[in-house]
């Protein structure tokens, strides 16, 4: 009982967290200021990552996003000078058409959302919980595999680049 009340707490901090540092990234006139409070939007993601029972995908999030693309922002922001800069404001128009296009996009995910049918999973399922298991499960040559296409989108980037 108290350990789901504290999962409960848990989840709604860090979704209020990262929703409060969403609107920080977004809000944020200068660039630097922006990549932190990303940084924090995504820490706050691994957190519910991991009271989701997934601990692989919250190390991932932590050290491929946070540890890799944040970091560089950073490094290119912190390099270039632009540190200083200031962002212009838009004019009226854009902050309209801005805001026409986020509330269409959150009907149509609400609509989306509602005739959704999430059941609840079968009685021997459960998710890969594991890196071994993924590990597996992308090498694997059955049906279940994904050697295949993991292997067919090596030599199409492969191909990109020498070409």
Known sequence: ??????????????????????????????????????????????????????EFLAGIQVLVYVGGIVILIVFAVMLTSAADLLEDRPSLGRMLAGAVASIGFLAFTGVVFARLELGAPAPGAHPADDASAIGRRLLDFGAEGYVLPFELVSLRATWTTQS
């Open 1 to 54: 009982m108290m350990h789901d009340a504290a999962v409960t707490v848990l989840f709604y901090a860090f979704g209020a967290f990262a929703v409060l540092c969403a609107l920080a990234v977004v809000n944020a006139r200068r660039l630097l200021r922006a990549a932190l409070a990303l940084m924090f939007v995504l820490l706050a993601s691994a957190g519910l990552y991991l009271l989701l029972g997934a």
